[in-house]
């Protein structure tokens, strides 16, 4: 039992009931556990227990039946099923290129420049992320849209290019700016914290040696934060996995027949809505078991490899 | 801090190096300065072509907050005003209750020594990472089966239980820097722990409160995915669904009310970034060292 604190108030020593003594922490606790368990835990197991049935809309969501692994092999024989993979591998590589490489640039950028001038870019920078997805997406949709409204085609004139709809001829490049310029933020804000933390010496010490400035980044402070560096790589990669929300409200896996539809979208297509009227409950929720899984397995390793037990002590007084 | 590679001071005055990182930094930023600065500039002229606005000033764009019953585009949809107090519901609700069960919840786990404690606290930190974007097919089952299905309070519902980990974590950090004398002397007086948290405790993370009710409501503000799947119907509809719906609808057809409807739907959180920008930020950047 718990009992053995620093101090302790009760001075009767009967041995209280598992209940009484964990009351106040029930108390406490039961609003969020409840919602952990109803909202993330039940719908993983859900998850992965109606990835072996036929439920969908058409039946009435309650005429199901379990087909065993049938969903998993029409996915994997589907004939778009390669077409949607490689539009994933696509999506998750080029987004994160993007958001590793201009998160640390900006990072390095902004703590090199005037403190004012660097806190005042990396705010222009978290634009993206703290507006609503909807008008984030429709400042690109008008950026991208054709002649004589979108922007992107009067900067892209002086370098030669026709004037183009942006979102259906090069859709590819369009999700890439859409997503790249929200999901920057994070390595950005991250890599900073981490630059800020490396002693001043060391770069003192390289600069009397006579390094210059791509030899102190190259040198000193990527290494030194590689594991911010690998823990952005590893978060966003997972993360990009699983997000289509972007591309929802915009291309919506088009233009034309799965152009740039990603395993997560169709995920959402399939189960939550489909233009074929028939919401496939089963078949969408095998194909977002795959992810469910995906997330499980990476947001564990991050926990191990970002030292987990240092973040939980036991409380260092107890009153029982 | 905050100098990677800063010149050492030569006795010839500022080398013109230095100005190179501005360069740079601007020239990447531009895209998005550009986007934004043309959705307030655009949103007060008739039209747009490119960056190049067709016609003089008008207000004309803003004439939804006023004249509604004129619009084409906003023919077919809920007024703009409900909307903008749903919204608001909806932000708010989702912040209070993330607020109050994050708090409870955070100070147990900072606190109080109970079985199971680790493990819910690993639950929260694997959940924090973990993409719950992915569980919508398994919550829309879930919500019918609690009859909440279609109701902003199941909306408010699974949006609290998806900021949870996040809140849960950053209030069990802010718990854990408040010394324990105030606490334990309340305690000795006879306190119950409910009320030692509510009246001593709470006040002195009141900094934490605001920072996460923040970005709980900015969130909730923002939020298009949970209430588009999980509320189709309309009646509690939010700004973000009905603004994508016009935007579907009417692609290049009517830009000025597009960008004077967006902007009128991003300001408040701009105007939030802009007061508590440092707040934020200081959440944002330790929310995710986790």
């Known amino acids: 039992m ?64 379990w087909i065993g692994t049938a969903n998993y092999e029409q996915i994997f024989r589907g004939s778009f099923t390669g077409l949607i993979v490689r539009n994933t591998v696509i999506y998750v590589l080029l987004v994160l290129t993007f958001n590793v490489l201009v998160g640390l640039g900006v990072a390095l950028l902004t703590v090199h420049v005037r403190d004012q001038v660097g806190g005042f870019f990396r705010a222009v920078w978290l634009l993206p992320r703290i507006s609503p997805s909807v008008v984030y997406a429709l400042m690109w949709t008008w950026a991208a849209a054709p002649p004589p409204f979108g922007i992107i085609n009067e900067f892209v004139a002086p370098f030669g290019v026709a004037p183009r709809f942006w979102m259906n001829t090069d ?56 594991w911010p560096i690998l823990f952005v790589l ?87 | 801090m905050a100098a990677i590679a800063r010149p050492l001071p030569r006795s010839g005055g500022v080398s013109w190096t230095s100005a190179i990182p501005y360069a740079v930094l601007l020239l990447f930023t531009l895209p998005i300065l550009i986007l934004y600065g043309w959705l307030i500039y655009g949103s007060f002229f008739p039209s747009m072509q490119g960056l190049r606005p067709v016609g ?34 909806f932000a708010l ?42 569980l919508l097919i398994a919550t829309f089952i879930i919500l019918r089966q609690l009859r ?12 609290t239980a998806f900021e949870l980990p996040f809140g849960v974590w950053i209030m069990k950090g802010f718990f854990d820097n408040v010394s324990w004398d105030l606490e334990m002397a309340a305690l000795v007086d006879g306190a119950s722990r409910l009320r030692t948290w509510w009246q001593v405790v709470m006040p002195l993370v009141k900094p934490g409160l605001l920072a996460l009710g923040l970005l709980a409501f900015v969130s909730g503000w923002n939020e298009f995915l949970l209430p588009f799947v999980f509320m189709p119907s309309g009646t509690q509809q939010t700004l973000s669904v009905v603004l994508r719906a016009i935007l579907n609808e009417g692609r290049f057809v009517d830009y000025g009310l597009l960008t004077a409807v967006g902007l009128y739907y991003v300001a408040p959180i701009l105007l939030v970034f802009f007061f508590a920008q440092d707040r934020l930020m200081k959440v944002y950047a330790g929310g995710v060292k986790g």
Not at chain 1, 181 to 202: K, Y
């Open chain 1, 234 to 320: 590893v978060y966003q990669s997972m993360s990009l996995l699983a997000s289509y929300e972007y591309i929802l409200l915009t291309t919506n896996g088009g233009p034309g027949l799965y152009i740039t539809e990603v395993w997560s979208l169709w995920a959402f297509h399939t189960a939550l809505q489909s233009y074929a009227g028939n919401l496939e409950i089963g078949l969408g929720a095998a194909m977002a078991a795959i992810l469910v899984l995906v997330g499980v397995a990476v947001s564990a390793f991050l926990l191990r490899a970002f030292r987990f037990n240092d973040l939980v002590s036991e409380p260092r007084v107890e009153i029982t």
């Open chain 2, 56 to 89: 003089g000033f008008t207000l004309e764009n803003w004439r939804f907050l006023w004249a509604p019953e004129t619009v084409e585009a906003l023919r077919f949809k809920p007024p703009i005003i409900p909307l903008t107090i749903n919204t608001f519901i």
């Open chain 1, 171 to 226: 859709p590819w490049m369009f999700i890439l700016f859409l997503n790249g310029f929200v999901g920057a933020s994070l390595g950005m804000l991250i890599f900073t914290s981490a630059i800020e933390s490396i002693p001043e010496d060391l770069f003192r010490a390289a600069r009397v040696d006579g390094a210059n400035a791509w030899q102190i980044v190259r040198r000193i402070t990527v290494p030194l934060i590689r």
């Open chain 2, 93 to 134: 609700s989702t912040a209070l209750v993330v607020l109050l069960i994050s708090s409870m919840a955070g100070y147990a786990l900072s606190r109080i020594r109970f079985p199971g404690r680790r493990t819910f606290l690993g639950g929260v930190l694997l959940l924090h990472s973990f993409p719950s974007v992915t």
């Open chain 1, 2 to 65: 718990a009992r053995t604190g620093t101090l302790q108030l009760e001075r009767e020593e009967q041995a209280p009931s598992w209940w009484r003594t964990n009351a106040t922490a029930m108390l406490f606790m039961g609003p969020a556990a409840i919602l952990v368990i109803v909202f993330f835990f039940v719908p993983v197991l859900l998850t992965l227990g109606m990835s072996f049935t036929d439920i969908a809309t058409a039946t009435g969501l309650s005429g199901w039946q």
């Open chain 2, 148 to 159: 909440l299905y279609d109701q902003l309070v199941g909306v408010i519902l699974v949006k």
